[in-house]
């Protein structure tokens, strides 16, 4: 088969290494005989698998002891209603800010529980930029926000200011840039972008934070039982967390975050110079929000999009279209894309425009 740049949103590409070596691990795990989806859960060279994950999320993260985390499954939208139900106390108040699908998702979820306050929301333009004007209520308890906008390509190039706990969905930049965990209550992520493959959600939460909202939570959503199970109150995705664990270790094999950050900038910055010089092609996201993984953009002429689309996937290029519910172009620029891929995709695009002159 001919080389294939992959472009998807999610589940995306991974590093072939982490692919690789977790093919030996269904196998034969860490030479037990037995392959990785076979063993006991409760077994040495599972538990060790476990700490050395969370050991190494520690080392790229920079995280202390005051925070724990977690391998939960149910993906980034059961944490939507996990940390409402946990940090949202009887008749409480939470501040939203609305960037997008899925923070409109957390919302509906979090109204379940209480007041939410949206306290700036982008809607009036398609979501094509992040607010910057906004007040955080007194009485809030904890402002959630999502670092970047999957469908939208707009992302926060730095945290909100909030005198309230900071609650975070960063599933589609975890790991792609350093950042001071210091600043959040709880950052959660579904695993499919940079972290690994779908089944696995990782939750990373300041522990102090826990225990307040007056609740009585059912075991499955409650953080406090996970944590103080290390994960495994039951059978945890042990295949999602495996090869997740493979994708953070080549990550911290390739110089950590702060190495990716520089490569992905780099990335992110050839593709929007080449829609920014090419006449045929506009990018969707106000520049200075941009995201640095999900580059969406779309044709000044729509009906060369699908010729386009052709053009691309004839030379190689897969999982460009942009997502159902907007349409145009999303070109996924996650860790594991080489520069490559982005090279082979800006080729297509000048050779595309000069054929279409
Ligand atoms: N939040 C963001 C930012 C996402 O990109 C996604 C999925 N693409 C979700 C939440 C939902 O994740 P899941 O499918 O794991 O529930």
Same mark, same amino acid.
């Given at each position: 088969?001919?080389?294939?740049?992959?472009?998807?949103?999610?589940?995306?590409?991974?590093?072939?290494?982490?692919?690789?070596?977790?093919?030996?691990?269904?196998?034969?795990?860490?030479?037990?005989?037995?392959?990785?989806?076979?063993?006991?859960?409760?077994?040495?060279?599972?538990?060790?698998?476990?700490?050395?994950?969370?050991?190494?999320?520690?080392?790229?993260? *920079?995280?202390?002891?005051?925070?724990?985390?977690?391998?939960?499954?149910?993906?980034?939208?059961?944490?939507?209603?996990?940390?409402?139900?946990?940090?949202?106390?009887?008749?409480?108040?939470?501040?939203?800010?609305?960037?997008?699908?899925?923070?409109?998702?957390?919302?509906?979820?979090?109204?379940?529980?209480?007041?939410?306050?949206?306290?700036?929301?982008?809607?009036?333009?398609?979501?094509?930029?992040?607010?910057?004007?906004?007040?955080?209520?007194?009485?809030?308890?904890?402002?959630?926000?999502?670092?970047?906008?999957?469908?939208?390509?707009?992302?926060?190039?730095?945290?909100?200011?909030? *005198?309230?706990?900071?609650?975070?969905?960063?599933?589609?930049?975890?790991?792609?840039?350093?950042?001071?965990?210091?600043?959040?209550?709880?950052?959660?992520?579904?695993?499919?972008?940079?972290?690994?493959?779908?089944?696995?959600?990782?939750?990373?939460?300041?522990?102090?934070?826990?225990?307040?909202?007056?609740?009585?939570?059912?075991?499955?959503?409650?953080?406090?039982?996970?944590?103080?199970?290390?994960?495994?109150?039951?059978?945890?995705?042990?295949?999602?967390?495996?090869?997740?664990?493979?994708?953070?270790?080549?990550?911290?094999?390739?110089?950590?975050?702060?190495?990716?950050?520089?490569?992905?900038?780099?990335?992110?910055?050839?593709?929007?110079?080449?829609?920014?010089?090419?006449?045929?092609?506009?990018?969707?996201?106000?520049?200075?929000?941009?995201?640095?993984?999900?580059?969406?953009?779309?044709?000044?002429?729509?009906?060369?999009?699908?010729?386009?689309?052709?053009?691309?996937?004839?030379?190689?290029?897969?999982?460009?279209?942009?997502?159902?519910?907007?349409?145009?172009?999303?070109?996924?620029?996650?860790?594991?894309?080489?520069?490559?891929?982005?090279?082979?995709?800006?080729?297509?695009?000048?050779?595309?425009?000069?054929?279409?002159?």
């Amino acid at each position: 088969m001919s080389k294939v740049h992959n472009f998807s949103a999610g589940p995306c590409i991974l590093p072939t290494e982490a692919i690789e070596e977790s093919i030996n691990g269904l196998r034969d795990f860490k030479g037990s005989g037995i392959p990785v989806v076979s063993i006991s859960h409760r077994s040495p060279q599972w538990e060790e698998t476990m700490h050395d994950a969370e050991i190494l999320i520690k080392e790229l993260f *920079h995280i202390n002891d005051e925070y724990g985390i977690m391998f939960l499954q149910g993906g980034a939208s059961m944490q939507f209603t996990m940390l409402a139900y946990n940090l949202l106390p009887v008749d409480g108040r939470a501040a939203y800010i609305n960037t997008g699908t899925w923070s409109k998702n957390a919302i509906k979820e979090a109204k379940i529980f209480g007041n939410i306050d949206v306290i700036a929301s982008s809607e009036d333009k398609n979501f094509s930029y992040i607010p910057k004007q906004y007040e955080v209520p007194a009485d809030a308890s904890y402002l959630h926000y999502t670092t970047n906008n999957t469908i939208e390509g707009t992302q926060f190039q730095t945290e909100p200011v909030s *005198h309230a706990t900071l609650v975070a969905d960063m599933s589609s930049d975890i790991f792609s840039r350093p950042i001071d965990v210091n600043k959040y209550g709880l950052i959660y992520a579904g695993a499919q972008k940079n972290m690994g493959p779908a089944g696995c959600t990782l939750v990373i939460v300041k522990k102090d934070i826990l225990g307040k909202s007056g609740r009585t939570i059912p075991s499955m959503l409650d953080y406090q039982l996970m944590l103080s199970k290390e994960s495994m109150f039951n059978t945890p995705p042990v295949f999602g967390i495996y090869l997740s664990y493979l994708t953070l270790k080549w990550l911290k094999e390739n110089g950590g975050v702060e190495a990716i950050y520089v490569k992905n900038e780099e990335k992110a910055q050839l593709l929007y110079s080449e829609i920014d010089s090419n006449p045929l092609f506009k990018g969707t996201a106000a520049v200075e929000d941009r995201s640095r993984m999900n580059v969406t953009f779309v044709m000044e002429n729509t009906e060369l999009e699908d010729p386009f689309l052709k053009y691309a996937e004839e030379n190689g290029i897969s999982g460009i279209p942009g997502h159902r519910s907007v349409g145009g172009f999303r070109a996924s620029v996650y860790n594991a894309l080489p520069r490559e891929s982005v090279e082979a995709l800006v080729h297509c695009m000048k050779e595309f425009a000069t054929k279409n002159a």
